[in-house]
Structure formats: C-alpha cells, structure tokens
C-alpha cells in the first residue's frame, strides 16, 4: 500500500501541471502551500493566485514563455488600479513563468527577467502605499517586503534601498516618522539613478506631508544641522519647491529650495 502511494505521487509530480486548490484557507496555510514547492527561493515556480488568473495562464500555455510573460506583465499594469488582487496575481505569474535561471525551460534573456521582476516590484509597492488589502485567499503577503525583494530580483539594490525606507516611513506612526523619514532624505540623492517614475508618481500624495514634518523639525536645535544639509537635495528629487527657514540662532534668511 505504502509503495502505490509513492507511485501515485510520482505520477502526480511527473504531469505538467499542478493545481493546489485551498478552501477558505488561513494566511498561514497558503504560505506554506507555497513554501512547500518552492523552498525558500523568492519567486519560484509556484505562486498563490485568483481563479481568474488561474483560468488566463491555462489559456495561455500554447505561446512561448516570453510572451508570456509579457502578457503577465502588461495585466498586471491594466489590473492595478481596477482589480488588484488580479494585478498581483499577474504579477507574480510573470515571475514564475522565468523558471530557474540556467534550466532548459527557463527563460534565458536577462532584460527580460529583470523586466518582470521590475513589475513585480511596481505591483507590490502600488498596492502596499495604497494601503490595499489584498483577498485572504492570497496569503496576506507583506507587499513592502515583495517589492523590496523583486527590486533585488531585478538586479536593482539601491531601488530596492528606496523601497524599503519608504516603506518604514509609510508604516511609522506620527511620533516616530522622522526618523525613516531623515533616512529617505539622505539616501534618496546618493540612489537618484535608481529612482522609477511610478516610485515618485505614487508618493506625490504623501511627500507633501513628509516635506512639512521636515521642515518643522528644522525648528529644533538639534535637528538643524543635518537637516539642513540634506533638505535642499532631497526637495530637489521629489520636484517641491519649499521655502526653509533658516536654522534656529543663525541670523539668516529663509533660504529657498527648488
């Protein structure tokens, strides 16, 4: 009995597809669905996803991998906005469809791979400031750290340096935002290369906020100095001309950053 049982799955891992289906299950049960097959390698061969992302892969096994994903990725960027957790799904479908680099079926181009763990990364980080609440079914997965770790995917650290500091800045409470918030202010020049429209697109709404929680603190002794070193380089890059007084003692005019 023991033997047909491992025949049975031999023949069930031997088939070209595997549909792990969970009912209701809890956040921890779908990671661990996913562990499971994957190990502990970020972005491997199987991802949690919505029927309806299940269905359009299936319908899509004729075409070669690289379209795709390409069609992965370009409805993961239709989907954001209108269907989330369908963006998401898309997203992380593109990722798996790479294969393991160097295998037989992979995908070999390297700007390709990049490119989809690039969406990955857009996808999540979207999703995360947005506060969006992806379904149960998906594992509440931490999309801060899903960004952070497809930017390294892609082969982009300082952009995934980025993420991770806005993220903790998004996630601070009001009492404690200044520090992250210092943090973003200095690394954001040294990575200005790294930077990615949709990364400043999405952060126009917040960055005001976080320009005035800045410029307040210039009003503490202690805080001036380096704020005042790091303030007009940080103003620069997310494009808001301020006025900034000038340090508290110093006997000099507001100076003007643009």
């Known amino acids: 009995m023991a033997t047909e049982q491992q ?16 009912i209701n299950p809890s ?24 029927p309806a992302a299940l269905l359009k892969t299936i319908e899509e096994e004729q075409l070669e991998p690289e379209e795709r994903v390409l069609r992965c990725q370009s409805d993961a960027r239709q989907f954001l906005r209108v269907r989330p957790e369908m963006a998401w799904s898309r997203a992380q479908q593109a990722v798996t469809l790479l294969g393991p680099p160097g295998s ?15 969406t990955l990364a857009e996808v999540c980080f979207c ?9 149960a079914e998906l594992g509440r997965p931490d999309l801060f750290a899903e960004a952070r770790a497809a930017a390294k995917h892609a082969q982009r ?35 200005k290369d790294e930077m990615e429209p949709w990364v400043l697109i999405e952060v126009e709404e917040q960055s005001k906020a976080w320009l005035d929680l800045l410029k307040s603190a210039l009003t503490a002794a202690h805080n ?35």
């Open 157 to 191: 650290h300082g952009l995934a340096l980025i993420l991770d500091v806005i993220g903790r800045v998004h996630r601070a409470p009001p009492q404690t935002r200044l520090t992250p918030l210092t943090e973003l202010a200095q690394i954001l020049p040294e990575q």
């Open 27 to 50: 956040d921890r049960i779908v990671r661990q669905s996913t562990d499971f097959p994957n190990g502990s390698e970020h972005g491997g061969g199987v991802a949690a996803c919505v």
């Open 7 to 22: 025949i049975d799955l031999m023949d069930v891992f031997a088939t070209e597809r595997l549909v792990w289906l969970d």
């Open 127 to 135: 999703l995360a400031l947005r506060n969006t609440h992806l379904p």
């Open 104 to 118: 037989l079926a992979a995908v070999g181009d390297q700007a390709a791979r990049d490119a989809a763990y690039l």
């Open 224 to 258: 001036a100095a380096g704020l005042v070193r790091i303030l007009p380089r940080f103003t620069r890059r997310w494009v808001f001309p301020i006025g900034l007084p000038a340090p508290p003692g110093s006997g000099s005019a507001p100076f003007r950053c643009s």
